[in-house]
């Protein structure tokens, strides 16, 4: 089987950055969630820590193109997005899995994998194929035809994890993907995004520090709207003073950092 | 009975076919898989992947390709699992690739299939260099896509750019 | 590639990992290996002989194969219909198509008893399209709706889709009910269709859902409640009206196809 190479195929890649922005602002609401934040991240695993209402979910709804930038630079896969460019390409190449993820419960997981693969133009004759792999990968292969609304949580976010990376996407953005995971069902995940992380610029948005510190190759800081710390995990947790909060080292990094900005003083 | 008639009875769940299935493919399966990963226990688990998807989704098979051929539709499911299997250890950086050989190109002693490629491309494809025929092997002979093959290869993705690029003048100008 | 196959040479070297065979009789040899059960065969027969590493690989593959497909049930031959169906109509779609059936069933009811039949219809039929319409992008009815929104095929070629398919069920209901009560299409289906584009089009600027919503309300409150109190059906329902929906018709269609990028942002409004 011969398959013809086009020339755009292997055209010099128009972009540096996966995501990149500058000065972005987005509302959620009234409110400024994302206020004035750069960013620039390639291929690799980047956790996204914060405190609540620190515009991460805001954040990862606007690079999945769910909510438009107010203000500044967006820019996707070398497109901007702030404009009013066709979106389809980008989001042909994106992958997302929402926080609080909704799911129609009489489909089966095969089913709803296999309808969010057509919502994203693949093409049809690559569907069941790139829908079985998906479903193998999250390691639901055996309750691939059962009906979502008899799977526990943990199964449901599997099949919305993948959901999100059917179509081979060149930007994941995962919301809490860990959420309801037990911690056999988390390490196997994180072994999933350590794949993914070769070639891929995933994004991960999480409370759990430990997952972090083990999945991540660097980590992005939040609080109101900027990003307040961006480094590797040994770096986050070298910058924690021993005095302050938190079990371990990288948790006692978060809160130093966190407090340094004025940020939590008093809140969660 | 051929592969097809197979597939589409595995679909159904006959073990019988799968047997039998597994026993027509495995071979040439494991021989084609071997010259591009140098661990066999790799091989093996890929192949256990690729199997096990085909007896789980032989149906999907059945429905998509109108003419496809069974053999066809049983290394893409093989390429992307071999893939995947190198993108779980490049994390671990213990990356299995089959090392490069010069080719030396003898004369014409050997057979050779000249219907299926012809004498001006032979000779181009014999002449290339061994780092530009592997990522045209990957593209063009494995199907798989840029990102895919920079996996397999463990080369960044630019290079397998270039390299595709090179190839393909270097083809273009022996058919000139 | 007829009736021509590798030699045994060539495929021996090949099995036992040769890394000298020419790129191109490599190449060759490949591709005519998929298609080729014969040369496979062979292969089979020469791995067999001669490279026992890979008899040993094939064993070992089913050894654990075997048992693992016991344990796993083939895919069950698909429910196409039902995925095709879903395609058209998203699941939240559903229970709201089977609510504007049960207000055209109501309405025929009523009208049973009023007398007025014809009226009825006329004053339902533009804005029964509209709740299949707001169902299908309403954000509390759709619970996939964060992930639909995010999907390269959401925008405009979806919400044709979504409302082709409310159409498809919500119009041979008007025919049916307007068969029963003497109202003649002619009547009702130029309103009804301008209206339901005239909804895309608004929708394109502040949400289908909350279009849909909102004009019909203004339906409602425009023209329903006056009918019912002046007992005569409102100016915009009479016959000599109908170039003016034919117009609202063609100019929202217009809108609708030359704005078709904003439907790319539909999450952005909420």
């Given amino acids: ?268 | 009975m051929d592969e097809e008639q197979l597939v589409r009875r595995v679909a159904k769940g006959d073990r019988t076919a799968f047997e039998e299935l597994y026993r027509l493919t495995s071979p040439w399966l494991a021989v084609r898989l071997r010259r591009r990963c140098s661990d066999d226990q790799v091989v093996a688990e890929v192949m256990q992947e690729t199997y096990l998807a085909v007896w789980r989704a032989a149906s999907s098979f059945a429905g998509t390709a109108a003419g496809g051929s069974a053999v066809g539709w049983v290394w893409t499911i093989a390429a992307r699992r071999l893939v995947d299997a190198f993108r779980r250890r490049a994390h671990h950086a213990r990356t299995p690739v089959v090392a490069l050989h010069d080719v030396v190109s003898p004369a014409a002693e050997e057979e050779v299939l000249a219907e299926t490629v012809g004498d001006d491309l032979g000779g181009a494809l014999r002449r290339l260099s061994p780092e530009l025929r592997q990522v045209l092997q990957a593209m063009v002979l494995d199907g798989l896509s840029v990102r895919e093959t920079a996996v397999l290869l463990g080369v960044p993705e630019g290079t397998v750019k270039t390299r595709a690029r090179r190839a393909r003048i270097a083809m273009r100008e022996a058919l000139s | 590639m007829s009736g021509e196959h590798a030699s045994r040479q060539l495929i021996g070297r090949y099995v036992l990992g040769d890394a000298d065979i020419p790129g191109d009789e490599l190449f060759a040899l490949e591709s005519h290996l998929e298609s080729c059960a014969v040369c496979r065969a062979r292969l089979a027969d020469t791995a067999a002989d001669r490279a026992p590493a890979v008899g040993l690989l094939l064993e070992n593959v089913w050894s654990e194969l075997e048992p693992a497909s016991r344990a796993s049930a083939p895919m069950p031959v698909e429910r196409r219909w039902a995925r095709w169906l879903a395609t058209w109509a998203s699941p939240g779609m559903v229970p709201w198509l089977g609510v504007s059936t049960l207000v055209a069933g109501l309405a025929w009811v009523l009208a049973e008893v009023y007398r007025n039949g014809s009226a009825v219809v006329l004053l339902l039929a533009p804005i029964l399209p509209l709740l299949g319409v707001a169902a299908s992008w309403a954000r509390g009815l759709d619970p996939a709706y964060e992930l639909v929104v995010a999907t390269p095929r959401a925008g405009l070629y979806l919400v044709l889709r979504r409302t082709l398919a409310v159409l498809v069920v919500v119009i041979p209901l008007l025919l049916v009910c307007g068969a029963f009560l003497h109202a003649s299409p002619g009547l009702w289906l130029l309103p009804c269709l301008a209206y339901t584009a005239g909804t895309l089009a608004v929708g394109g600027v502040i949400g289908v859902g909350r279009a849909a919503t909102a004009l019909a309300l203004l339906w409602a409150v425009f023209v329903i409640a006056p009918s019912i109190g002046q007992q005569r059906l409102s100016i915009v329902l009479d016959p000599r009206a109908l170039p003016v929906w034919g117009a609202v018709l063609v100019a929202a269609a217009v809108v609708v196809v030359t704005r078709s990028r904003a439907y790319t942002r539909l999450g952005s409004q909420l």
């Fill in chain 1, 1 to 268: 089987m011969i398959r013809a190479v086009g020339a755009a195929e292997v055209a010099p890649a128009a972009y540096a950055w996966e995501i990149r922005a500058e000065g972005l602002k987005v509302k959620a609401g009234r409110r400024l969630a994302v206020d004035g934040l750069d960013l620039s991240l390639g291929a690799g695993v980047h956790g996204l820590l914060g405190p609540n209402g620190a515009g991460k979910t805001t954040l990862i709804r606007s690079l999945a193109t769910v909510l438009r930038p107010a203000d500044g630079d967006l820019e996707l896969l070398g497109a901007s997005v702030g404009g009013r460019i066709d979106l389809r390409q980008v989001r042909r190449q994106l992958g997302y899995l929402p926080q609080e993820f909704g799911y129609y419960k009489r489909f089966t997981v095969r089913e709803f994998v296999e309808y969010m693969a057509w919502l994203k133009e693949m093409s049809k004759k690559d569907i069941p194929a790139a829908v079985q792999r998906a479903i193998e990968r999250v390691g639901l292969a055996d309750r691939a035809d059962d009906r979502l609304k008899t799977l526990s949580g943990g199964m449901v976010r599997r099949a919305g994890i993948a959901q999100a990376i059917v179509n081979d996407p060149r930007v994941l953005l995962l919301d809490e993907p860990t959420a309801g995971l037990d911690p056999a069902q988390r390490m196997q995940f994180r072994e999933l995004l350590h794949e993914f992380g070769t070639d891929t610029c995933v994004l991960v948005s999480t409370h759990l520090v430990e997952d972090v510190a083990a999945a991540c190759t660097d980590v992005l800081l939040m609080d109101r709207g900027k990003t307040i710390f961006q480094g590797t995990p040994d770096d986050l947790a070298a910058a924690g003073d021993t005095s302050a909060a938190g079990d371990s080292a990288i948790e006692r990094g978060y809160s130093t950092v966190l407090a340094r900005t004025g940020g939590g003083r008093g809140s969660w």
